[in-house]
């Protein structure tokens, strides 16, 4: 099973850019859907918006994210990163990645979908 480790995290000012990589062990991400979830404070539910197949590699995000943020994979690091932009207070403020060998993503993904998770990592939008 493929351990994940969320990095990057911080606090920016609305408007601003966070690159959050989440870095894998253990196996190739390469073989692995990897998605993007948050969560926001006090809510029990993690939303997926965003994912990347393996393979071939294509991406999905929701349009709440769309054109803000963006998925990439870097096989050689092992390490999947969200570029985020454009941050607004509202954006929820714990953010996971999670894998799955064996999920190939169309749309929407529920936690329940993926395997392995990482612990998150925290951020905060705030002038």
């Known amino acids: 099973q493929v351990q994940l480790v969320e990095s990057g995290g911080g606090m920016v000012n609305p408007g601003g850019s966070l690159r959050l990589s989440c870095e894998a062990s253990g196996t190739s991400l390469a073989y692995h859907a990897i998605a993007w979830f948050r969560q926001a404070p006090g809510k029990e539910r993690r939303e997926g918006f965003s994912?990347?197949?393996?393979?071939?590699?294509?991406?999905y995000s929701l349009d709440s994210v769309k054109g803000r943020f963006t998925i990439s994979r870097a096989n050689a690091k092992n390490t999947v990163y969200l570029q985020m932009d454009s941050l607004k207070p509202e954006d929820p403020t714990v953010y996971y990645c999670?894998?799955?060998?064996?999920?190939?993503?169309?749309?929407?993904?529920?936690?329940?979908?993926?395997?392995?998770w990482g612990q998150g990592t925290r951020v905060t939008v705030s002038s």
């Open positions: 999670a894998g799955d060998p064996d999920l190939y993503c169309l749309d929407n993904v529920l936690p329940g979908d993926f395997s392995s």
């Open positions: 994912f990347i197949n393996r393979s071939d590699g294509t991406t």
